[in-house]
Every structure is written in C-alpha cells, then in structure tokens.
C-alpha cells in the first residue's frame, strides 16, 4: 500500500470522497460497490466483486459449459478474468478488454462473427467468433461469460445454453 499524499475530511454523514484521479485510475464508476476492511493501522478500501464471492459456483458452471458445449468458457467480473475452463487458464486475473467492456455494457447476449476480439488487454490472441452474456442482477451489470472455440463456430443454440447458465448464477446472486 503506498500513499497518495491526499488528505480529506469526513463530513456530518461519515462520507469521504475519492478523488477524481483516483477513481479514474481504478476504473471506480459511480455506484461501484466497495468493501470496508479495518486494521490496527486503519481503513482499506477495496472494490468487491460479488462474483467473487460465488467464485466455486462460477468454476462448476464454465465447466459444465466447456465440456457440454465443447467450447472455452470464461466468467469474467467488470474488470478482469475470473474463471477459464479451457486452454486460457493463464488469463486468469487479466483486465478484461475495451471491447468486452463494450460488449457487456450493451447489457444483451449476442453472437459476435464480424470482429475480433481479444480477450484481456494484454492478449495477443484474436477471437472472431464468440457468445457474450453479460451478468446483470437487480439492474446492475456484474460481468458476463464469454464462450468460444478454435475447432468450430459458436452459434445461436450455444448462445441459449450460455444464457441458462447466466441466468443461474444471477439467481444465485440476487440477495
């Protein structure tokens, strides 16, 4: 943990507000939910994934997809990889791309054939032709699963199974 050198007061309510700079390098958005954790030398701020928290949940369901779908299924939160069941394992904990960002704040299933795609932002490879379902719980988007493969062509009956399997994470993570 390193300082920042920014000091801000509480107000009457107990609210403190980050700066700008910082929440724009933290990709902190408003309405982001964050976890309070305190120690003998403060306060931590860190941001919570309520994927995370279902993260066993999250493992079981990209497998289930990978091996009934035979295809590479990726959960991912707003922010970075969580979950691969197939040959990307080394993405997990990898910042999410732009364009999935994109793709997921549009807030609607699809099949993308016309663009490629690549996963994380450090990732070299190119994906062109995948199924996107974004995760989104009591009106809030969460993170979306992502399925594709290198021996055929994602299609509209993949993309049905995947929307079952994020309709039941999302039933496991209303509260």
Known sequence: ?????????IDELGRV????????????????????????????LQKHSRIENLLELAKETAEVL????????VIVDLERVLVVEGDHKDKI????????????EKRKS????????SLTISDD????????????????LLGGIICFSSDRRVNESDLKSVDVATGYL????EF
């Open 1 to 9: 943990m390193k300082s920042t050198g920014i000091i801000r007061r």
């Open 17 to 44: 507000v980050i700066p700008k700079e910082i929440r724009k390098s933290m990709n902190l958005k408003e309405g982001a939910e964050m976890e309070i954790y305190t120690s003998n030398e403060g306060l931590i």
């Open 66 to 73: 990978a091996k009934t779908l035979s295809v590479d299924a």
């Open 93 to 104: 904990g990898d910042k999410i791309s732009s364009y999935l960002s994109l793709l997921l």
């Open 110 to 117: 699809t099949i993308v054939d016309d663009k490629a795609m």
């Open 125 to 140: 490879s190119l994906y062109k032709n995948f199924a996107v379902s974004p995760i989104v719980v009591q009106g809030d």
């Open 170 to 173: 999302v039933k496991r993570l």
